[in-house]
């Protein structure tokens, strides 16, 4: 869109809205299918995307991925290049971290997931990671926005910080505008007043984009929280609430993570989650994605 007038205010993704963005459900009712390797992201099958908040070293990123695939996770996660609050704190491993995380995705068989920050990164992230993660921190770097635009990978767009909902969905429209169509829209908690957790989940955000956009919408439990405990109850939450999927922090010793320790869960506790999963995906209609579709297995039998 744009660039008639440049001064032109942002058209509003609201219902009343009559002018058209790519964002909206009307410019494709039928949904986004975003793919991931095998994977597919947006239809009936509910994809769960697990690991590390950062790339520690390969025995780390080994039991991890180890843990969330035997849980049953579909996509494996980890930060290289780390957003962090501090300069002091760890900014990740670069370029090492990704092939550890690369070659941890194919032994376990998942695609990947990574943080690209900046678009000098995008040639090495694009070449390495089946799915490239815009955190809540770049939502609004035009820059990496457009650049995403031209990559031939998926995009997982999170929420900003104290984004609204129709700076999320515009945020979103500059990388359909590029010509990538391969986008996710990820919830991760807003800041609010409350400062007993981490962020506040904003659950009718899911259920607002669902319906106003035709993107994949996935919830992020961990940043959204903060709080392991709150992860599991949040999780079934959001699959009722009609997301498409999870992204969760996992580490094998939460007490030593660099980054994120305290809100990981430990692989027990993911366990735990994805066993409760498939009872309240069942209630909306939905299933944990399987490479075969419930329709073959039903032909097979
Ligand atoms: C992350 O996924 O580790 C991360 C930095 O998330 P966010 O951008 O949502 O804070
Ligand atoms: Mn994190």
């Not at 509910?46 to 035997?70: D, I, K, L, N, Y």
């Not at 921190?137 to 997982?156: D, E, F, H, I, T």
Request: aromatic letters at 4%; one cysteine or more.
């Amino acid at each position: 869109m744009g660039g008639e007038r440049p001064d032109e205010p942002a058209p509003a993704v609201s219902g009343r809205d009559t002018k058209a963005l790519k964002v909206h459900r009307a410019s494709r009712p039928e949904g986004t299918r975003v793919r991931a390797g095998a994977v597919e992201i947006g239809g009936p099958g509910f994809v769960v995307m697990a690991g590390p908040c950062a790339v520690e070293g390969s025995e780390q990123v080994e039991r991890a991925a180890a843990a969330v695939a035997s849980a049953g996770a579909h996509v494996l996660r980890g930060g290289v290049f780390k957003p962090r609050t501090s300069p002091y704190a760890f900014q990740g491993m670069g370029e090492p971290g990704l092939h550890v995380l690369a070659e941890a995705g194919r032994r376990h068989g998942m695609p990947i997931i990574s943080e690209v920050m900046e678009p000098a990164q995008l040639p090495l992230m694009e070449e390495s990671t089946d799915i490239l993660q815009v955190g809540a921190r770049n939502m609004q770097n035009y820059s990496l926005l457009r650049a995403l635009g031209k990559a031939r990978k998926p995009v997982l767009l999170k929420r900003g910080l104290s984004a609204t909902l129709q700076e999320w969905l515009l945020a979103a429209e500059y990388i359909l505008d590029g010509g990538n169509e391969q986008v996710m829209l990820c919830e991760r908690g807003i800041r609010t007043f409350e400062t007993e957790l981490r962020n506040t989940l904003d659950l009718a955000a899911v259920a607002w984009a669902k319906q106003r956009s035709h993107l994949p919408v996935i919830v992020d439990p961990s940043h959204a929280t903060g709080v392991p405990e709150l992860i599991l109850p949040m999780s079934l939450a959001a699959a009722a609430a009609g997301a498409d999927g999870l992204l969760i922090e996992v580490h094998p010793r939460p007490e030593q993570a660099m980054c994120d320790g305290h809100q990981a869960l430990t692989p027990e506790r993911f366990q735990t989650l994805m066993r409760r999963l498939p009872a309240v995906l069942g209630a909306v209609d939905r299933h944990l994605w399987r490479p075969d579709g419930p329709a073959q297995v039903a032909r097979a039998r």
